[in-house]
T-cell receptor, first 116, second 110 residues
Framework: GAVVSQHPSWVICKSGTSVKIECRSL??????MFWYRQFPKQSLMLMAT?????????EQGVEKDKFLINHASLTLSTLTVTSAHPEDSSFYIC????????????FGPGTRLLVL | GQNIDQPTEMTATEGAIVQINCTYQ??????LFWYQQHAGEAPTFLSY????GLEEKGRFSSFLSRSKGYSYLLLKELQMKDSASYLC???????????FGGGTRVLVKP
């Protein structure tokens, strides 16, 4: 149980295009999902907290208009990187917290984005 | 803010024991997590400590001292597959958000 999927697993796009990444909790409902970014040989940095049915909460320094987050249902959150640039190339990882699970987070397998 | 410090790299021999230390400074502490991450993959959960003391799970054990802002992850009977990055993460009570340390790359040699 407690499986989180991400789609796509990797994506290559041209500079200026937008890329959407999906995060799904497959066998549980998640009122809260988190989006992280990880650059090579660095640790995970929290970008934003996605709450079902409400606006996402962004960490300091993360542009909300560039990284659009939608948490439309209890099993799906999407992150859209708008007008992607090469510096947005990174490993994007989501995690999902089950309803009632205050501490537990289950991580997705990550999405590797390369912007040319 | 939160400062979470852990060593960058450690090397150990197969079959040996390695201890990875993590120190942190935070307000509103709500637990400390250890994750294992192989290159190019997502982190996998290893342990969660919210009370002082030692938690043992097979070959892996984790210790927490809240008064000292200190935790360690102990890996026993090291295997080659244990070569990975080990991430210490602190959870704040407000929002239950995780803040990760820089990670410790452990290399297990034959």
């Amino acid at each position: 149980g407690a499986v989180v999927s991400q789609h796509p697993s990797w994506v290559i796009c041209k500079s200026g295009t937008s890329v959407k990444i999906e995060c799904r909790s497959l066998d549980f409902q998640a009122t809260t999902m988190f989006w992280y970014r990880q650059f090579p040989k660095q640790s995970l940095m929290l970008m934003a907290t996605s709450n079902e049915g409400s606006k996402a909460t962004y960490e300091q320094g993360v542009e909300k208009d560039k990284f659009l987050i939608n948490h439309a249902s209890l099993t799906l959150s999407t992150l859209t990187v708008t007008s992607a640039h090469p510096e947005d190339s990174s490993f994007y990882i989501c995690s999902a917290r089950p309803q009632g699970g205050q501490e537990t987070q289950y991580f997705g397998p990550g999405t590797r984005l390369l912007v040319l | 803010g939160q400062n979470i410090d852990q060593p960058t790299e450690m090397t150990a021999t197969e079959g040996a024991i390695v201890q990875i230390n993590c120190t942190y400074q935070t307000s509103g502490f709500n637990g400390l997590f250890w994750y294992q991450q192989h290159a190019g993959e997502a982190p996998t959960f290893l342990s969660y400590n919210v009370l002082d003391g030692l938690e043992e799970k097979g070959r892996f054990s984790s210790f927490l001292s809240r008064s000292k802002g200190y935790s360690y992850l102990l890996l026993k009977e090291l295997q080659m597959k244990d070569s990975a990055s080990y991430l210490c993460a602190v959870m704040k009570a407000a929002g239950n958000k995780l803040t990760f340390g820089g990670g410790t790359r452990v290399l297990v040699k034959p």
